[in-house]
């Protein structure tokens, strides 16, 4: 198993309400579970939301603390309900009415990598399906709640930034020839996990920084949104999907000769979004 399930970078004084988050970019890849998997340790990465975590890693300078998974996404996914075990991969398993992500082999534990590559040589247990989620999956969730409660207490809401990639063949094969396609997909469910006006808001920062921008297509949030998002409570939840294409190669799974200059323009995205966040006081003096 992975040391650890994930970990938090709080900053040195906490300004603002914004909590960023990185579900899908652990990397910790224990020799126990490539030795059970059945594709090579690069297919494995496939799904992995390689480099958000440097991406998004200048959070806590901004006064916002970030939270990253340390264990893969193939290994568990955080995006995913704890429930959402799929029978066809976990043995003893009783089946029940499937959602359409479990039945896809895209459940809390993965059967199956981009491209529909199936993971394992065979089933795992129940018992070691229960164990990731018990010693990872409860984990990131209880910690990932607590810093949104710390945010609700301190300025009296929260605004969760969940921090994703999309590869690139997303994108264009869901559109049709000359189609423009956006660096950026925002989603919250079609307006229901953040208010119009904190949307407006996380959009124009990704637009000013010269990002083509769209939002809840194709992907419009998964679990996570869902579960953080209620804004009529104050607590908003939006999914940022960012194009792969643009600061790796997707094959290689490395970063481009220029990640360093995307990775700074993502950091002028992050101060604008904490800004979101900080009491107007503050804001005025962040102007």
Partial sequence: MPDLAFKITRPSHRSTSVVFASPHSGRAYAPAFLDQIDIDATTIRSSEDAFVDHLFAAAPEFGAPFIQACAPRAFVDLNRGADELDPALIADLKRKPQNPRVASGLGVIP???????????????????????????YPYHDNLQTLLDESNRMFGQSVLIDCHSMPHEALTSMSTKNTTYP??????????????????????????AGFRVARNAPFAGAYIVQRYGHPARSQHAIQVEIDRGIYMNEH??????????????????IAQIAEIGMPSDQQIAAE
Avoid at 115 to 137: E, P, T
Avoid at 252 to 269: C, E, W, Y
């Fill in 183 to 208: 660096d950026i997909v925002l989603g919250d469910r079609f307006g229901s996990t953040a208010a119009p006006f904190v949307v407006d808001q996380v959009e124009r920062a990704f637009a000013e």
């Fill in 111 to 137: 059967r199956v990598v981009a491209n529909g590559r199936h993971i394992y040589r065979g089933k795992i247990s129940l018992a070691q399906a229960h164990a990731r989620i018990a010693n990872y999956w």
């Fill in 252 to 269: 290689t799974l490395t970063p481009k000769p220029d990640f360093a200059h995307i990775q700074a323009v993502i950091s002028g995205v």
